[in-house]
């Protein structure tokens, strides 16, 4: 089973201390964002390398569980913020493009585990590491820029 998820461009986080918040969005980034089922990573890109640091999944609206994150999740913007290394703080949202029958919600879930499962193979070190139980295997096509490949397989239930 092919699913296939369209990566958009890198949104830096910005400094939203003045706004009593860890990182803000400007408001045009956050209206690119699709209110559809998808994926998503915080993370840092350095040059032309991303490093992925937290990996989720929206299965409603992209925009809306980005906005609880900047908005509500201080804890993981935080270490976001704390994280060691060099590079620009960034969100880069992954929307799943689903075939006829394929379940937005389901196949997202499917998703997420394997970008965490590649992540975590890779030795990135991941704010989320869930998603280690056995399934049998799907595909994940990628297009644009992210640090994973733009074909991906995944074990898949």
């Known amino acids: ?18 706004e009593w918040v860890t ?3 400007d408001s045009e980034d956050l209206k690119c964002i699709p209110e559809k089922p998808g994926v998503y990573f915080f ?6 390398r991303y ?18 994150h900047i908005n509500a999740d201080p804890k993981l913007m935080n270490k976001i913020k704390a994280f060691p290394r060099k590079g620009r703080r960034i969100l880069v949202v992954g929307e799943f493009q689903g075939r006829q029958g394929q379940q937005a919600k389901k196949m997202v879930g499917k998703v997420e585990i ?10 990135y070190l991941l704010f989320n ?7 049998p295997v799907n595909k994940i096509i990628s297009k644009g820029s992210s640090p994973f490949p733009e074909e ?4 898949a239930k």
Do not use: F
């Open 129 to 135: 590491k869930h998603g280690t139980s056995k399934v």
């Open 23 to 25: 990182y803000i969005c």
């Open 51 to 68: 490093t992925p640091l937290y990996i989720g999944k929206a299965t409603v609206s992209l925009r809306q569980r980005i906005k609880s």
């Open 114 to 123: 394997g970008l965490i499962r590649y992540a975590i193979n890779q030795d």
């Open 1 to 18: 089973m092919d699913l296939k998820i369209k990566w958009h461009n890198s949104i830096e986080l910005r400094d939203g201390s003045k």
């Open 43 to 48: 993370g840092l890109l350095y040059g032309k």
């Open 152 to 155: 991906l397989s995944i074990e």
